[in-house]
């Protein structure tokens, strides 16, 4: 009997390459013969190199919504619908550039928090693959959630995974139903919020902009939203990599592995968010093609960083590497505003758990990605375990 591991099938499309096993070959192979091509399987057009990524994000025409379609059309006339037309991140123009610079002052200014993951919440998470999921997943919402003055923190958690499932274009009607009532509920959370050094620095960032009240907690709760992906992305990912090299943690633990220096590269190897989308206003030349008004890309940032132009021998995992080029944040306008504050609670999570006692070895790879469209993040426990927890 042949017992040699038959080589992993590629991913059958972009969108597939989120929750593949190892779609990195696959994603290199795009970027050397496919940097910007039209896929009529998925009806957009793909951006998989560091040029055609960046000439998408940089170019004028692009939006991040449709043009006659700013919120989407199963959310609309809802209160998970009136928050997410309200986001800096999913408006261009006036409304973007007014709340952008509110949120990068606010989260510039900040002073260099002291996160404390309880260690008996990270002696819990070592319990079982279930359970480190659920801290994975709830560890950032809840940080954030204190840093924001929200309490109950546990509760809060809760409610942001609600509206993460509800935008998700994969959402079905019981799910967008769940994240309104969510919505609802942490629009009374921020009312009922305390007083911390974070809402000192939104509110009088906001007042300087002309930001109102509404649009102020819409960006502020969206805060936890995209800390719920990104940051949880990045520490599933950063332990799945642990257990893959063997010494890595080890390693860390030493020092001679500097943990933000194993972050960087992960947000480089192994991107927490793998894509995001464009949709053009008006006909544009990119790359030697014509995007035509209407048009839609998807931006593959996860395949941008394994371009051996911006990255040398980018299917080499190197915690050394100097400079690693991820575009994991994105680039340009809407580039993530958060990203250090990500990298912080990252940080913290993965050595609260290291200093608990996980070893990577016995927790083993990540069996699963969770089913999302657009962010990879590590899940350790079988699907069915995870929804019976």
Known sequence: MDLTPR????????????????????????????PLVFDAELGLWVAASAEAVRAVLAHPAARVRPPLEPVPAPLAGSAVGAMFGRWARMND???HAAVKPMLQGALGALPAPRWQPAGEACRQAL?????????????????????????PAEAVAHEVQ????????RADAAQRERGDAAARTLQQHWQQAQATPMQTLLASAARSAGVDAAVLSANSLSLLVQTQDATAGLVANTLHRL?????????????????????????RFDAPIQNTRRWFAEEAQLLGHTLRAGDAVLVLLGAASHDAAVNPSPERFDPARAAPVSFAFGLGGHACPGATLARSLAASAVQGLLDAGLDPRRTGPARHWYPLPNARIARFSPAQEHASS
């Open 93 to 95: 123009g006036s409304a």
């Open 243 to 267: 257990a893959v090299d063997a010494g890595l943690g080890e390693a860390v633990r030493r020092g001679s592995v500097p943990l933000p220096y194993l972050l960087d590269e992960v947000l």
């Open 127 to 151: 319990e079982g693959p279930a359970a480190l999921d659920a801290f994975v997943l709830g560890w950032p919402v809840r940080a954030m959630a204190q840093l924001l003055g929200l309490a």
């Open 7 to 34: 080589p992993l099938p590629p991913p059958r499309h972009a969108l597939d390459a989120v929750v593949h096993p190892d779609p990195y070959p696959w994603y290199r192979e795009r970027v050397a013969r496919a």
């Open 162 to 169: 609600a509206v993460v499932a509800a935008i998700s274009p």
